[in-house]
């Protein structure tokens, strides 16, 4: 779960059985440790809001080695606070089942800890590596008669296991292993202190008692608005940081070979955009503006807008969004792509020239073009028209048209097109035009 942003994780753990089987353990710990990865939230903002990560966890596979491939390191490593809890089964070594029933009689649990396999192991650093966990002031929780109250319910049968503290809590929070106390802060956002660890000993419904940890934990929080308030201070400030943000927001500057493309039959017209901007990257992408059809005076009616890339099924436009590396050139292929004309028919008669796919169509296209660092875009419009009935008239508006002036200022008609062959016709043309 997450807490002001911290990470704190909850395993709840069942290693192997047996007094002999410290070793699997041991194996058991570092499993789990190496191999747990929690689902990613597909939302990171509504998951933050909501204060809590995911509940599906899933182990790795053994052969990924346990190793994140994209942090290099296990997950649990990178939470804030880790508290692992449950059977994980350490027994008490050299002692006799007798002996135990005599020290936990007289409450002498400093000495039973001295054989605590657990304890043992932590200190030769073999589990629970960079864990803590509380001073022991209870009976050991294993191995009881069930419904039995009091600790004369061991196990008394044949076996006579040996009672052991099978079940622990034990943590770590952001502060060093060998740091025992710590100021809460954000070179150590997470501080937390044991207020209570006991066993239940009243409890008589299983063969273990359970135990209990209460944790008092502070947790360092960062005030946004303060943050956001401090950071654009620094930045208004370093005039170094401001120059090269300013940078980053600015559009790279394009240029596009035409507004204006007229199609016929199968054509096929290159429209090329090329970016002047000598170190930045550009962004494109091209929708559809709108789709008209052509009158017999080969005016085009108003555009109807069309949502999406919204192209029209007799056009192709490929690619329709890409990038240009700086200084160079991207072509982008518009052709008529058919398909079958749908007719009207009226007692048994087609009627083609009732139905709009039968005439002159023209629709506008908008180039947007962004920087990869900022979500402003420039646009460039071009207008493509295609003539089925073949006349080949002027693609222009009626003055008295709202939207005439601004369109009709960036036309170039299809007579003022270039035989590029070439990218590098296209450049040494854009050079002569700056030449005196």
Known sequence: MRVYGRVMCFVNCHFAAHLEAVNRRNADFDHVYRTMIFSRPSNIINAAAAGVSSAVQVLRATSAMGINPVEGMPELSEADMVVFLGDFNYRLDGISYDEARDF??????????????????????????????????????????????????????????????????????????????????LDCPVVSSILQYEGC???????????????????????????????????????????????????PETIVSTNNIILQNQDISILRITNKCKKDRALYEISCEGLSTIKENGQALDHRPRGSYGFPRWLEVNPAAGIIEADHITEISIRNEEYQTLEEFVDGVPQNFWCEDARDKEVML?????GSCTPEAKCHRIRVRYSITGKLTPMTRKDNHPNANPVQANLLHRADFYPFSGSYDVVDHLRNLHSP
Request: with cysteine.
């Open 104 to 185: 936990v009689s007289q409450r002498c649990f400093d000495w039973l800890r001295e054989r605590d396999q657990l304890r043992a192991e932590m200190r030769a650093g073999n589990v629970f590596q960079g864990m803590r966990e509380a001073a022991i002031k209870f009976p050991p929780t294993y191995k009881f008669e069930r419904h039995q109250a009091g600790l004369g319910g061991y196990d008394s049968g044949e076996k006579k296991r040996i009672p052991a503290w099978c079940d622990r809590i034990l943590y770590r929070d952001s502060r060093s292993a060998s740091a025992s106390a710590s100021t809460c802060g």
């Open 201 to 251: 000993m009243d409890v008589t419904d299983s063969d273990h008692k359970p135990v209990r940890c209460i944790f008092s934990v502070e947790v360092a929080r960062v005030d946004e608005s303060v943050r956001r308030q401090v950071f654009g201070e620094i930045i208004r400030s370093n005039e170094k940081i401001k120059h090269l943000l300013e940078e980053l927001d600015k559009v």
């Open 366 to 370: 908008v180039v947007k073009v962004r």
